[in-house]
């Protein structure tokens, strides 16, 4: 049996992200003792190690609640799964690409500075100029 505290150290996860996801049911509540205190078995551990590797890779927490559905009824199709994958294979490339082109904008706005006085500062005006910011939605990067 393990504590919240042993399990967060094994998984590299804060105890109040443990105590979070049980609260909105990825992680089932643990067995206590007679004391109140938390105790969890491997199967916690395994179940928490898949959750903080999934969020690693970027998963949403719904479709991490899905994923661990799927993986707590082993007969059923890995379909679902892959479809899963699959959508945050396409989030991924499409923040990619966010990062790509705001990459190509900073590498240009520092390129067209000369130097010389702020009043001249090419980054300084690319900033300034919002409206070019609102019609490329740059802003969007999460």
Request: hydrophobic residues 35%; charged residues 35%; proline residues 3%.
């Amino acid at each position: 049996m393990h504590t919240i505290g042993t399990l967060a150290r094994r998984t590299g996860t804060k105890v109040q992200t443990i105590r979070y996801y049980e609260q909105i049911g990825l992680m089932p509540e643990p067995g206590r003792t007679e004391g109140g205190q938390r105790r969890y078995g491997d199967v916690d551990l395994d179940r928490l190690a898949f959750i903080r590797h999934s969020r690693q890779l970027g998963f949403p927490l719904e479709a991490i609640r899905e994923l661990l559905d799927l993986s707590d009824h082993p007969a059923r199709d890995c379909g679902a799964a892959d479809s899963i994958a699959r959508r945050q294979l396409r989030e991924v490339e499409t923040r990619i690409a966010r990062l790509q082109a705001l990459r190509s904008e900073l590498e240009r706005m520092i390129g067209e500075c000369r130097g010389g006085t702020a009043s001249e500062c090419r980054v300084l005006e690319v900033l300034r100029d919002h409206s070019e910011c609102l019609a490329d939605d740059h802003d969007a990067i999460d």
